[in-house]
């Protein structure tokens, strides 16, 4: 037995303790890299200087840093998981293990030095480790210097040179990048073609390379009369370099990453958005698309004008849309896409890419642990915007939809129904089947949020959505913190959303068992719940002449209820339980006949059956 005096000091240090927890801290870091290239040789040589900043309140001893392209080798972990796992990804396949050696790509530290002194580290495929001599301390400043050689790989996945479309150097995961340090630990995943995941800061990258080259890039160009190609002022006279090459100066503020193009036919098209922003848009010349990518920058005004309104405002200065890579892929103030597509194709994988600059480059969920947080909101606010283009008659060959989010809820129940679904909670790299991962990821994430909103009403969803962004861009949320986000704006608890959603593979499947009508004063329904998942219930009345009644059921877990979303006359029911197999209302008898009786009309609750959610009268 606990004394009185005891227990009584114990809840104060407990209530002490819980109080003096640190908000959600964030690592920093600062980039200064001058790379030289020598593009016949396919490689180059890179210096790199770090700040980085300890702002965890733990003691360091190691230092980790991707090494992305020692991936492109043969027998590395991407090569052996691309050979090995069921349904390898198209464009991978076995292609990395027929790399010749001057096909492969490699990233090689030539030394490390911390605060001045040099030290011990190990190259393990994809991943630097670095020992430290001293350690570094919570709010303590580090200088790190590193010297790299490295050999751009035949482009297979997302980075390398000559792509399939000709362009000459697609410059993603190219540098010794510092793994993310948060409140979960290390992150130091080997790479594997799925996910990333970084530290925000600032970087100052400076990149020679043949004078011939025009370098693209995700970020703010400091020489422009140096360079030239449509960067300098109107009006300005370029520079005229004396040498055979020209040394590109680009800064990146408070980004978790850099990336950039190059080729000598790059041509540069650049548009001032409505929302004050510069657009560039680079690509190849000649190659017969010229007109699509001229179109493109209107469009993606008009694009980020609607991003803007729906999903907050756009932070930075400017952003670009670069041909490159093997088809579409974001990064921060920038995308690589494929640019050889008919207008409607070049538009959806443009507002793809482009959306996750909020989803991913300005919130920067941990992609590996949250894809569906990356790649589902992005798919989700990608619907709304291609079908508000479409309404507006923006991309040729499509019309607007009733529900843009059809096709995803399609897709989902194909998922649920293969056998191969897994939890959301799964780690990226490690899902059995590209398959599930992909549907996991763009499909059920898309589908979380437009059920979010059947479940707390459209007007209060929207106003969460823009609260999440306000509340935790620059911070790493996970999924508690975007449920959390919806629970305080909605007053409803959400936890038992996302447990079942995300942490389980349970299925929604509900079905109108019984309507039986005593002849005078009521009709009694019997709801049949077939699927683990409970959901609160819109259950929407028509009468044979047209008139309409919503019944309302919330789920008991919610401890509320949504507010009305419609002019219909809504019937409050008593709450129902999840671990109700059946649930039964009344409806009081009218002069006109009940006609038909439907669950979810909306569609937004991802019913794995919609057949079964319908009665209706026979004659």
Excluded at 542 to 549: A, E, H, L, P
Excluded at 587 to 615: C, G, L, Q, Y
Aim: aromatic share 12%; proline share 4%; hydrophobic share 35%.
């Amino acid at each position: 037995m606990i004394k009185p005096f005891l227990l009584l000091f114990t809840l104060i240090l407990s209530t002490s303790n819980i109080s003096a927890q640190p908000e959600r801290w964030q690592q920093h870091v600062n980039y200064a890299m001058q790379v030289d290239m020598d593009v016949a040789k396919h490689q180059y040589h890179g210096t790199m200087q770090l700040e980085y900043t300890n702002n965890s309140p733990d003691v360091l001893n190691k230092l980790f840093f991707h090494l992305y392209f020692n991936a492109f080798q043969p027998n590395s972990m991407m090569d052996v998981r691309s050979r090995t796992i069921g349904d390898p990804d198209g464009r991978v396949g076995s292609r990395i293990s027929k790399l010749s050696p001057e096909e492969i790509g490699w990233i090689h530290i030539k030394s490390v030095v911390v605060n001045g002194k040099a030290v011990k580290f190990q190259e393990s495929e994809t991943i630097l480790e670095i020992s430290l001599d001293e350690s570094i301390l919570p709010s303590s400043i580090s200088e790190i210097e590193m010297e790299w050689d490295a050999q751009v790989p035949l482009q297979v996945r997302r980075s390398g040179r000559d792509n399939r479309e000709g362009v000459d150097f697609t410059m993603t995961q190219w540098y010794p990048k510092l793994c993310e340090y948060d409140y979960q630990g290390w992150h130091a995943n080997p790479y594997i073609a799925r996910e990333f995941y970084g530290v925000w800061g600032d970087f100052d990258v400076k990149i020679s390379i043949d004078k011939d080259y025009v370098v693209a890039a995700g970020g703010y160009i400091q020489n422009p009369q140096e360079v030239g190609f449509g960067y300098e002022a109107e009006g300005s006279t370029v520079k005229k370099p004396f040498t055979n090459k020209l040394t590109w100066h680009f800064k990146a503020p408070n980004v978790h990453d850099f990336a950039w193009a190059a080729d000598p036919d790059f041509t540069q098209q650049v548009l001032r958005a409505d929302d004050g922003s510069l657009m560039r848009f680079f690509w190849q010349k000649g190659n017969g698309y010229d007109e699509q990518w001229e179109k493109l920058p209107a469009i993606m005004n008009r694009a980020r004008t609607i991003m803007n309104e729906h999903f907050g405002k756009y932070p930075y200065a400017e952003y670009a849309f670069i041909q490159g890579g093997d088809g579409g892929m974001e990064y921060p103030l920038a995308t690589m896409i494929t640019g050889n597509r008919p207008l409607n194709s070049l538009v959806g994988v443009a507002v793809h890419e482009q959306l996750h600059s909020w989803y991913q480059m300005i919130l920067g969920s941990n992609e590996s642990l949250y894809a569906w947080m990356d790649e589902g909101f992005t798919s989700y606010a990608e619907s709304i915007v291609e079908n508000e283009l479409a309404r507006e008659g923006l991309v040729p060959g499509k019309s607007a939809e009733e529900n843009p989010f059809a096709g995803a809820y399609s897709s989902y129940t194909f998922l649920a129904k293969s056998g191969k679904e897994e939890p959301m909670t799964t780690h990226a790299d490690h899902f059995n089947t590209n398959f599930a991962y992909s549907l996991a990821a763009y499909v059920k994430g898309a589908v979380f949020l437009n059920q979010m909103e059947y479940i707390i009403g459209k007007d209060v969803f929207d106003r969460g959505l823009l609260t999440y962004f306000k509340t935790w861009r620059f911070k790493h949320p996970n999924a508690n913190d975007v449920t959390r986000v919806f629970e305080k704006e909605s007053g409803l608890e959400l936890d038992w959303y996302k447990e079942d959603w995300v942490n389980t593979t349970n299925t929604i499947d509900y079905g109108i068992k019984s309507v039986e009508s005593d002849g005078k004063r009521s009709t009694k329904v019997v709801i049949e719940r077939i699927g683990r998942m409970a959901m609160p219930l819109d259950i929407v009345v028509t009468y044979s002449n047209g008139d309409q009644d919503l019944y309302y059921a919330p789920l008991e877990s919610m401890r509320g209820e949504k507010m009305a979303e419609s002019k219909l006359t809504r019937v409050v029911l008593p709450d129902h339980r999840w671990v109700d197999l059946t649930y039964e209302f009344q409806i009081p008898n009218k002069t006109s006949r009940i006609a038909k009786i439907e669950i979810d009309p909306s569609h937004r609750m991802a019913d794995v059956d919609f057949e079964n959610n319908v009665w209706e009268k026979n004659e």
